[in-house]
């Protein structure tokens, strides 16, 4: 991205420089103390789903009460990055990956033009949605949290669940868990009145991006003796928050989802801010800096200049991410074409040992990672993080 007024931002850089740190120091150990409304009926932030499929997400994320919004929405984004085109070598399609086994029997005409088409994201979301609440009927019956034993069954199969009598022991199962519901934060609008915590890390996180002023700009740059040290724009920000414990993904469109979403008037140091070619669409993404405060970032522009101070005042600016450590853990994991390969979370992956049916083996089943809900039924939508790989397109940030 191009960026203008880079010689305002640099005569302001020592006023900046003096005027964030003690805000930095002090006030990003505060807690903001706010809860996130109850229910299912929770809206989604702004600019975090693609607007085309924001309406369909939010209708069928009420359709039970153990899906929400928002925890679909973090579904879809592990599942393909809401790619419709989606596809994998376990031969999992669409949007929602699902085997076509499983589309058989949990395949919903979402549009109501007479097909369920497994491309078709009005049908794939509404499928996603159905055999969620489906799995939550399963298990219903277990004690303890629904919305976290109807995931456990996602990943694991309704038998491990009713077995355990809760989530299973299963480290991959338990790290699901865990990342789709931090993930799900992240697509949650903050609620009427409420405010996004503030990060623990931020100060750090300026610090180190402080030190990178003059560097050159190289694109794909991570900062590497072989590179000179250079970085580009992600490059920068994700050794800025590496240097405090914190393991962004390498691209600014997965940089995103790695927290929740302040407004503009709740900007804080620390926080990424992000530029994007449709401000309606977060997979067009391009650019990310650090909030530094006063308007201004620290970032890496483009090829030919300097990281230094920018304003963040762009035509193309789509919003802010609160970096947190369990919002970036949940995020999923892509290969070097950009093809999402796992799940996030400790472990690096989510695939989990299945669970026996009870009326035996199922193949389809172990293809996915995990049994049928019901009896000999076909496996469920093969998760990345349960053996299937999305090939989702590459991603436009750097």
């Not at 903001?32 to 409304?37: D, M, R």
């Not at 290969?335 to 979370?345: F, H, K, N, Q, R």
């Amino acid at each position: 991205m191009v960026l203008r007024k880079a010689g305002a931002a640099a005569a302001a850089a020592a006023v900046v420089t003096v005027g964030f740190v003690g805000l930095v120091s002090v006030g990003t150990f505060a807690a903001s103390g706010a809860s996130q409304p109850a229910g299912n009926n929770l809206a989604l932030s702004s600019g975090t789903v693609p607007a085309a499929y924001q309406p369909l997400i939010q209708k069928w994320g009420t359709l039970c009460p153990e899906i929400s919004p928002p925890m679909l929405a973090a579904q879809l984004y592990q599942e393909s990055g809401f790619d419709p085109s989606a596809r994998s070598p376990a031969k999992a399609y669409g949007m929602a990956q699902f085997l076509e086994g499983t589309w058989a029997s949990y395949g919903t005409d979402g549009n109501n033009d007479g097909k369920r088409d497994i491309w078709d994201p009005s049908d794939a979301i509404a499928s996603a949605a159905t055999y969620d609440c489906a799995l939550a009927r399963d298990v219903a019956n277990v004690p303890g949290d629904r919305q976290a034993n109807m995931l456990a069954a996602y990943n694991a199969g309704p038998y491990a669940v009713i077995r355990a009598g809760g989530i299973p022991g299963y480290q991959e199962t338990q790290g699901y868990v865990r990342s789709i519901q931090s993930l799900a934060r992240s697509f949650t609008a903050p609620a009427t009145g409420g405010t996004v915590s503030l990060s623990r890390q931020a100060a750090g996180a300026i610090y180190y991006a402080q030190t990178k002023l003059g560097t050159p700009y190289l694109w794909g740059g991570e900062g590497l003796p072989s590179q000179n040290g250079r970085f580009d724009c992600s490059g920068l920000t994700q050794a800025a928050f590496e240097s405090v414990g914190i393991k962004l993904p390498r691209v600014a469109n997965d940089q995103w989802y790695a927290g929740e979403h302040p407004s503009r008037s709740e900007l804080r140091p620390g926080d990424l801010v992000f530029f994007a070619n449709d401000r309606s669409d977060p997979r067009s993404i391009h650019h990310v800096g650090i909030y530094v405060g006063g308007g201004y970032m620290i970032d890496a522009p483009h090829t030919g200049a300097v990281i230094r101070y920018d304003t963040i005042d762009q035509r193309d600016y789509i919003g802010a991410t609160r970096v947190t450590q369990d919002g970036a853990e949940a995020l999923p994991v892509r290969g070097a074409d950009g093809s999402i390969t796992g799940g996030g979370g400790p472990s690096g992956g989510n695939q989990a040992t299945p669970s026996p049916s009870p009326t035996g083996p199922n193949p389809a089943a172990a293809a996915a990672g995990r049994p049928a809900p019901t009896g000999p039924a076909p496996a469920g939508a093969a998760s990345t993080g349960a053996g299937a790989t999305a090939s989702g397109r590459p991603p436009t940030g750097t």
